[in-house]
């Protein structure tokens, strides 16, 4: 995928932002402000886009976005379950309508047999629902992280246009 490609995707979701009147926020693990990045490379972007929070680590999970340690321990840091409560934080913390959380193996280790390299997580809050999704994704790194940033920018404007 092509840095063309993510800045596509980011123009359109921005699009969608400005349509509907909607500040986003970001909390990202596997991608590393990945989606923050390409949305903030667009000039413009200070109309739609409130704050980014990288939580790479499980302590940065619940000191930033309030990831409940229940969670971390019952379900692992790559889940539904947490990759809710950090889309749900966000919005806690944000100023913010519409939130995207990421959180998955990029890969090329730590990845195990139940949760493969390419397994990410994905959150989003908006309006009051939280809806989270699996995706497994293939490639290297980088691609793993792009097509990451790609999904989650896709859901966003799902979000948005399933909203009347």
């Not at 840095?3 to 909390?27: P, S, W, Y």
């Not at 402000?33 to 667009?42: E, R, Y």
């Not at 195990?112 to 939280?130: E, I, S």
Request: with cysteine; proline share 1%; net charge negative.
């Amino acid at each position: 995928m092509s840095e063309q490609a993510l800045t596509k995707i980011a123009q359109k979701t921005m699009a969608a932002l400005i349509e509907k009147g909607e500040r986003m926020a970001t909390v990202e693990s596997c991608t590393g402000g990945g989606i923050a990045k390409v949305m903030t490379d667009l000039a413009g972007s200070s109309a739609v886009f409130e704050c980014g929070f990288v939580t790479y680590s499980n302590e940065s999970k619940q000191q930033m976005v309030g990831v409940s340690l229940q969670a971390l321990e019952n379900f692992g840091a790559v889940s539904e379950q947490v990759a809710a409560e950090m889309a749900s934080g966000a919005l806690t913390k944000a100023n913010a309508g519409i939130s995207v959380s990421v959180t998955g193996i990029a890969g090329p280790g730590g990845g195990t047999d139940y949760k493969p390299v390419g397994t990410v997580c994905f959150g989003w809050a908006y309006d009051g629902d939280v809806i989270t999704e699996i995706q497994h994704f293939s490639g290297d790194r980088q691609a793993i992280r792009e097509q990451t940033i790609t999904y989650a920018l896709e859901g966003v404007m799902k979000q948005l246009a399933a909203k009347a």
